[in-house]
């Protein structure tokens, strides 16, 4: 199966191109690694960004992307994908843009984690497995990779040991168990450092165990930047 990669020569445009962009933290230009954060059907970017204050570290970066209308794609994720079309390429597309803007501004790309709840984690998931390289970290929060069924043979290329933290309720009303370890088992096999919980009873939230998991991938993130 043919899947649709961002070409930096030919961007896509699509329905959630020249949205606004959210930000917290120092600015990129003083900042020692950056987080792009990618909301949830519903929500928008600025309430994304209550992120931020949980997290314990002064030298981060955070930009939170707007999906138009507040939702990344209209069906379910484990809709066939081109019932989600150009929602789910024009967030890749999305995506895509605010890791460039921040290599631009001086920041690697193994100094960006990208962050995604529900809709967003399973468009960052998509994103990071269609573009491996290693990044500064993956968070996944209730979330997984887009499509009625995925396969390891659809993604190529190395996450060259990318931290991955991924959790979710062992009963999501919109995420099943079987894609989150799926997930993770492809992201393994393209040479990601993964760590999964499965929470029972959680529900379709984030708790305060999955947020220190995260903050320690920060933690470990800025020392290894502070120390190069």
Not at 141 to 154: A, F, K, Q, T, Y
Not at 168 to 196: F, M, N
Request: hydrophobic share 35%; aromatic share 8%.
């Amino acid at each position: 199966m043919s899947l649709f990669r961002v070409d930096p020569d030919n961007p896509f445009h699509g329905p959630h191109q020249g949205k606004p962009v959210s930000k917290a933290g120092v600015t990129a230009e003083e900042a020692d690694a950056a987080m792009i954060l990618v909301h949830g059907r519903g929500a928008s970017a600025e309430s994304m960004l209550l992120f931020a204050d949980e997290f314990q570290h002064d030298g981060i970066h955070y930009r939170a992307i707007q999906a138009d209308r507040h939702t990344w794609y209209p069906n379910s994720f484990l809709a066939p994908k081109e019932q989600n079309q150009p929602g789910i390429s024009s967030g890749l597309q999305a995506i895509h843009d605010e890791i460039r803007s921040l290599n631009k501004a001086g920041i690697a790309t193994n100094k960006i984690v990208l962050l995604g709840f529900s809709q967003g984690a399973c468009l960052s998931s998509e994103f990071a497995a269609r573009h491996p390289q290693r990044y500064g970290g993956l968070a996944i929060l209730s979330g997984g990779l887009i499509g009625p069924e995925v396969s390891g043979d659809n993604y190529i290329g190395s996450f060259e040991g990318t931290p991955v933290f991924m959790g979710c309720s062992d009963y999501d009303p919109h995420i099943p168990q079987e894609r989150v370890d799926k997930t993770a088992e492809i992201l393994k096999a393209l040479g990601a450092d993964v760590t999964k919980k499965i929470y029972p009873g959680m529900g379709h939230t984030v708790n305060e165990d999955e947020i220190r998991h995260i903050d320690r991938l920060l933690d470990r993130l800025v020392k290894r930047e502070k120390s190069e």
